[in-house]
C-alpha cells in the first residue's frame, strides 16, 4: 500500500528555515504529483504547495518566495524547503499524493488521496 513518511519538523526561530522531507513507497513516484498541506491549531488545513510530475509547481500565496518545493525521484523523496520562516507558519505539515496521474486543481485538498502522518512545525518570536 502506499505510505507517505514525513519528517525534518522542529522548532526554529523566526528568520530560520527548515527542510521538511516526505518519504514515498507503494507507488511509481516518479508517475504522480506531491503536494504539502499544513494544519494549524483551531484553523482548517490548508494548501502550502505542490509539484506536478512534469515538475511545475504551485505556491500559496502566504509562502510564495519563501518556500520550495522539490523531489528526488530516484530516492522516492519529496521536500518543503521553507525558509524566512515565520510564527504564523507554525503548524502541522503533512505531505499527499493524488490517486490519478493528472490533477484538475493543484490546489485543492480532495484532489489528493495518499496522506503522510504530519511533522510539527514550530516558529518562535
Known amino acids: 500500500q502506499v505510505q507517505l513518511v514525513e519528517s525534518g519538523g522542529g522548532l526554529v526561530q523566526a528568520g530560520g528555515s527548515l527542510t521538511l522531507s516526505c518519504a514515498a513507497s507503494?507507488?511509481?513516484?516518479?508517475?504522480?504529483?506531491m503536494g504539502w498541506f499544513r494544519q494549524a491549531p483551531g484553523k482548517e488545513r490548508e494548501f502550502v504547495a505542490a509539484?506536478?510530475?512534469?515538475?511545475?509547481?504551485y505556491y500559496a500565496d502566504s509562502v510564495k518566495g519563501r518556500f520550495t518545493i522539490s523531489r528526488d525521484n530516484a530516492k522516492n523523496t519529496a521536500y518543503l524547503q521553507s525558509n524566512s520562516l515565520k510564527p504564523e507558519d507554525t503548524a502541522v505539515y503533512y505531505c499527499?499524493?493524488?490517486?490519478?496521474?493528472?490533477?484538475?486543481?493543484?490546489?485543492?485538498?480532495?484532489?489528493?488521496?495518499?496522506w503522510g502522518q504530519g511533522t510539527q512545525v514550530t516558529v518562535s518570536s
Open positions: 499527499a499524493a493524488p490517486r490519478s496521474y493528472y490533477l484538475n486543481n493543484y490546489y485543492q485538498m480532495n484532489e489528493y488521496h495518499y
Open positions: 507503494g507507488l511509481t513516484f516518479s508517475d504522480y504529483a
Open positions: 509539484l506536478s510530475r512534469g515538475r511545475s509547481t
